[in-house]
Nanobody, 115 residues
Framework: QVQLVESGGGLVQAGGSLRLSCAAS????????MAWYRQLPGKQRELVAT???????NYVDSIKGRFTISRDNAKNTVFLQMNSLKPEDTAVYYC?????????WGQGTQVTVSS
């Protein structure tokens, strides 16, 4: 079973940057489309960015131009570079496959953006 471990969150002022990492165990990682999700306080978890095994990316409108998803298949790692952060980006961020059948969710990493 694939295990996902997110890291890189923290407290940052509005306009700042953070880089999130997600380390995945398991040899099939490189074949899977991957994604970052976030759960805002009091809200359901939502998809924010996806990346295919070949590196094609998609983003929700609220983060376009500010966040960049990338992956290193050799290291079984997915990244989310977050720039120009806003207070409304405050959430717990998770990674998982973008496929319908999800892996077990990791613990996520908290991102807090102060105004």
């Amino acid at each position: 079973q694939v295990q996902l471990v997110e890291s890189g969150g923290g407290l940052v002022q509005a306009g700042g940057s953070l880089r999130l990492s997600c380390a995945a165990s398991g040899s099939v990682f490189s074949l899977k489309p991957m994604a970052w999700y976030r759960q805002l306080p009091g809200k359901q978890r939502e998809l924010v960015a996806t990346i295919t095994s070949g590196g094609s990316t998609n983003y929700v409108d609220s983060i376009k131009g500010r966040f960049t998803i990338s992956r290193d298949n050799a290291k079984n790692t997915v990244f989310l570079q977050m720039n120009s952060l806003k207070p409304e980006d405050t959430a717990v961020y998770y990674c998982n496959t973008a496929a319908f059948q999800k892996y077990n969710w990791g613990q996520g990493t908290q991102v807090t953006v102060s105004s």
